[in-house]
């Protein structure tokens, strides 16, 4: 085989087989196959796209470029979730203890931020001695004793994938529907996945902002998980602003527990039910998602769910008194409100725009290598719908640097104030499995 002639296949928009594709992960990823040239295939691939065989083929091409968790020694089902990423998204605090204090064994790897978005590792790292650099001896041991364990990756999965990721990063090719569904889906079958519940994120603050895009990307990945026999659910949900109202890594677990009380925003406890009954639902706990959703809501009320939080952070180093006193989390030493200027109806979010600046005043990383600030991020006030009068505190910032005129200015300019209300978009656009 040439590595030209299969270019040339693609850019003429033929189909590649799966030998064909093999051969080109494989190569790359051994160093035999030079940049340049998967480069050139890869914006092929984003011209003439992919047919679901060769997404498929590409999926497993990449599972197969590294290590595979053998999750066997952990009993049941093993159902993964996936965020497409947003921001103020602290599903997976929630929803990890939830789903394991309904008897769902949660073994979960998780990644840092990136770009605008946050990172479930980077949050659970807020909380003192938390550790996510577990063995995978450890990491099974934990799922089996306690439920749950969430962890970063450790264990070298889809080298292929890391090595393509930050190629199209430098080369216009990542929003490219074939490219990214194959990515994602390949991370979660390599880390052992029997089944996946994924949240595709769609507005401002998602990476496919277009309602059209995301359904698109959620169908590939589920006609992936189809074709690779685990079972896949994509719930397309709103990111036109953050979800709940912390922004920010303690602020975010704080959140979480504050959820876990029944006592949290009704965006994130209504997206956390969701999808965890979906979750029971595919792991076969449950025979319908109401049934899981009763199930679910039951574990917040009564409080199950926030003692498995406890024991998680307990299991994995952590202060487990964080459950109990929230002053035990790292705070800033500056809360700055920013106020609105006017009186009318929320009508919008730059939720976008507020992620970045989260980063900007350190709840997240310009380069790869900077140290984020665990205490620090907004706790937003007003939500799109809420009325506003001149004077009301539209979000607090929370910081330890004082010098914020510039980020107060902008976090202000991040909130649109209309005379009329707006047309509130739904948490949940669809459902597709
Ligand atoms: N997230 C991923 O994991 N891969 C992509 O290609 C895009 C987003
Ligand atoms: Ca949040």
Redesign the pocket.
């Known amino acids: 085989m040439r590595v030209y002639d299969l270019i040339y296949k693609k850019r003429q928009g033929e189909a590649l087989t799966r030998e064909e594709i093999k051969f080109l992960i494989d190569g790359y990823t051994a160093g035999d196959i030079p940049d340049y040239q998967l480069s050139a295939w890869a914006m092929a691939v984003f011209f003439q796209g992919m047919n679901e065989e060769e997404i498929a083929d590409l999926t497993m091409a990449m599972v197969e470029s590294g290590d595979m968790l053998d999750l066997s020694p952990i009993k049941g089902v093993k159902v993964d979730k ?1 965020s ?2 947003g921001v103020g998204d602290t599903t997976t605090l929630v929803l990890a203890p939830l789903v394991s204090a309904a008897g769902v064994p949660v073994a979960k790897l998780s ?1 840092r931020g ?1 770009g605008h978005t946050g990172g479930t590792i980077d949050k659970l790292e807020a909380i003192p001695g938390f550790r996510t650099d577990l063995a995978l001896n450890e990491f099974i041991e934990n799922v089996n004793e306690v439920g749950v364990a969430v962890a970063g990756q450790t264990a070298d999965l889809t080298p292929a ?1 890391k090595k ?2 930050s190629l ?1 990063d430098v080369t216009a090719t ?3 529907i074939p ?6 889906m390949s ?1 979660k079958i390599a880390g052992g996945a029997d089944g996946i519940v994924l949240d595709v994120k769609t507005g401002d603050g998602a ?1 496919m902002e277009e309602l059209e895009e995301a359904e698109k990307l959620a169908r590939t990945m589920v006609e992936i998980g189809k074709r690779l026999e685990r079972k896949t659910i994509a719930l397309i949900t709103d990111m036109s602003q953050p979800l709940g109202y912390a922004i920010g890594n303690a602020l975010e677990v704080r959140e979480a527990i504050q959820t876990l009380q029944g006592n949290g925003p009704a965006d994130l406890t209504e997206l956390s039910l969701q999808l965890g009954a979906n979750m029971l639902l595919i792991a076969g706990r449950v025979g319908d998602f109401q049934e899981g959703y009763n199930l679910l809501e039951g574990l917040l009320q009564s409080g199950a769910a926030l003692e498995q939080l406890g024991r998680l952070i307990q299991a994995q180093g952590g202060e487990a008194a964080v459950i109990e006193d929230e002053r035990r989390l790292p705070q800033a030493r500056y809360n700055v409100p920013v106020l609105a200027g006017e009186e009318g109806y929320l009508a919008a979010i730059k939720t976008k725009e507020l992620g970045l600046l989260s980063v900007e005043i350190g709840a997240g990383r310009a380069r790869k290598e900077d140290a984020i600030d665990p205490a620090v991020g907004f706790v937003l006030e007003k939500k799109v719908g809420d009325r506003v009068q001149p004077g009301d505190t539209l979000l607090v910032i929370h910081a330890n640097n004082g010098d914020l005129e510039g980020i107060k200015e902008r976090a202000r300019k991040a909130f649109l104030i209309t005379a009329e209300k707006p047309v509130l978009t739904p948490l949940i656009h669809k459902i597709i499995n």
């Open positions: 996936h497409s990423g990644g990136l994938d393509l990721y199209r990542v929003d490219s490219l990214i569904a194959s990515s994602i991370k990476f």
